[in-house]
């Protein structure tokens, strides 16, 4: 079965500062990750998936095999960021159901 | 639609009462999901539907949830007798097929209130 685990149930910084939000999972097989973002009052929405390489907002993540992570990151903290961040694990075969870590709530602090 | 529409937005119920949850999801959008966000738990996944196949349930946490999806379009999540552990917000989401991952549009959920 697969989890995805986000060690951090809140994470503040400073404005400007850099973000990291750790997501660690365990799968057998080869999956897809994606980061989903909910911001207050408004509905969960897809941030960015690992194999799309892209950075979204300004955000990026890499998919580390050898760890089995793909953490977030950001060089330069906004206060829009704040918001309920949530990783989750697509598998490629089995279930189809996407997999959410608990989230991870990050506040910016002006 | 436009969206996956979920009603009603919000549900204040006695224990012991039945509810009854609705999701409208995306037109032409074959795969349809359940799940129930609670503060501290993150997103726990209820139930799945595709297409005419027989739905995933392996998510629902008891005999007391059920759900059904008519025509192939709008679902309903039924609570029996709630509990007021059932209290939390329930998301639907759609995606034009299992394969894929990136395409679940979530609704804007129902927040359920057990007093």
């Known amino acids: 079965a697969q989890r995805v685990t986000q060690p951090e149930k809140l994470l503040s910084v400073f404005k400007g500062a850099p973000v990291e939000l750790k997501c660690n999972y365990s799968?057998?097989?080869?999956?897809?990750l994606f980061w989903y973002v909910q911001y207050s009052r408004q509905r969960l929405q897809l941030l960015l998936r690992h194999i799309s390489r892209e950075s979204i907002k300004g955000f990026t993540a890499d998919l580390n095999k050898g760890e089995t992570s793909f953490h977030l990151k950001k060089p330069f903290a906004q206060e829009e960021d704040s918001a309920m961040y949530y990783c989750a694990l697509f598998p490629r075969a089995g279930s189809y159901q996407l997999t959410f870590g608990k989230g991870t709530k990050l506040s910016v602090i002006p | 639609g436009a969206g996956v529409s979920q009603s009603p937005s919000n549900k204040v119920t006695e224990k012991g009462k039945d509810v009854e949850l609705r999701c409208d999801p995306i037109s032409g959008h074959t795969a349809l999901y359940w799940y129930r966000q609670s503060l501290g738990q993150g997103l726990e996944f209820l139930i799945y539907f595709q297409g005419n196949s027989a739905p995933d349930k392996s998510g629902l946490p008891s005999d007391r949830f059920s759900a059904e999806r008519t025509g192939g379009s709008v679902s309903t999540l039924t609570i029996q007798r709630t509990q007021q552990e059932d209290s939390a917000v329930y998301l639907c989401?759609?995606?034009?097929?299992?394969?894929?991952?990136?395409?679940?549009?979530f609704g804007s959920g129902t927040r359920l209130t057990v007093v």
């Open positions: 989401a759609s995606s034009r097929g299992t394969g894929e991952g990136y395409g679940y549009t």
């Open positions: 799968y057998s097989g080869s999956p897809e």
